[in-house]
């Protein structure tokens, strides 16, 4: 079992940057791919982005490429998502997630979840 806790979400204004963190605890974490989703007030949660247990490969949503990076660090347990040209339309609760299924493209199914951190724009 993986159990995850996200951190580094807050408010910001538009054009700022932030970083998350989501730590991970279980011997397994390495095996896992990982991903990052979020979900705004009144909508569906979407998946953002998606990186390989060996970092080898991500995959990232059009709403959020060239402006987000996701990275993980299996010797610290860690995955990161780096946001950076943040917009208000950004604004959501943002969780990440061990994936059960991956396509290695837009379809992906979390097997564990963290408890989300909120993210901020503010214009």
């Known amino acids: 079992q993986v159990q995850l806790v996200e951190s580094g979400g807050g408010l910001v204004q538009a054009g700022g940057s932030l970083r998350l963190s989501c730590a991970a605890s279980?011997?397994?974490?390495?095996?896992?791919?990982m991903g990052w989703f979020r979900q705004a007030p009144g909508k569906e949660r979407e998946f953002l982005t998606g990186?390989?247990?060996?970092?080898?490969?991500?995959y990232y949503a059009d709403s959020v490429k060239g402006r987000f990076t996701t990275s993980r660090d299996n010797a610290k347990n860690t995955v990161y998502l780096q946001m950076n040209s943040l917009k208000p339309e950004d604004t959501a609760v943002y969780y990440c997630a061990a994936l059960g299924r991956w396509d290695g493209g837009s379809r992906a199914t979390g097997a564990y979840w963290g408890q989300g951190t909120q993210v901020t724009v503010s214009s």
């Open positions: 279980g011997r397994t974490f390495s095996s896992y791919a």
């Open positions: 990186i390989w247990w060996s970092g080898d490969g991500t």
